[in-house]
């Protein structure tokens, strides 16, 4: 069992920063693959960044790319997720995910964290 709690959620102007942490409890984290997703309202969940087990393989969605960084520090069981340059559009509830194997796929995640909720202000 992984339990996944996410943090540093908030309200912040368009153009700002904001960094995203998910601690993961448990012993296997290392050799789990992490996803961050997000859920505005009204519309479905979508893949936002994946990173695999070792940390060298990340995946954005176009819209995200440029902007949202993933990373990983295996020895705090953490992942983060930079973003900067936030749009109005990047409006949502956050969520980080823990994904049954290594491989920094889009499907797999078999834990979820409770969201955290992340506002653009114009």
């Known amino acids: 069992q992984v339990q996944l709690v996410e943090s540093g959620g908030g309200l912040v102007q368009a153009g700002g920063s904001l960094r995203l942490s998910c601690a993961a409890s448990?012993?296997?984290?290392?050799?789990?693959?992490m996803g961050w997703f997000r859920q505005a309202p009204g519309k479905e969940r979508e893949i936002v960044s994946t990173i695999n087990g070792g940390g060298g393989t990340t995946y954005y969605a176009d819209s995200v790319k440029g902007r949202f960084t993933i990373s990983r520090d295996n020895a705090k069981n953490t992942v983060y997720l930079q973003m900067n340059s936030l749009k109005p559009e990047d409006t949502a509830v956050y969520y980080c995910?823990?994904?049954?194997?290594?491989?920094?796929?889009?499907?797999?995640?078999?834990?979820w964290g409770q969201g955290t909720q992340v506002t653009v202000s114009s």
């Open positions: 448990g012993r296997t984290f290392s050799s789990r693959a």
């Open positions: 995910a823990a994904n049954r194997g290594s491989l920094a796929t889009a499907k797999g995640y078999e834990y």
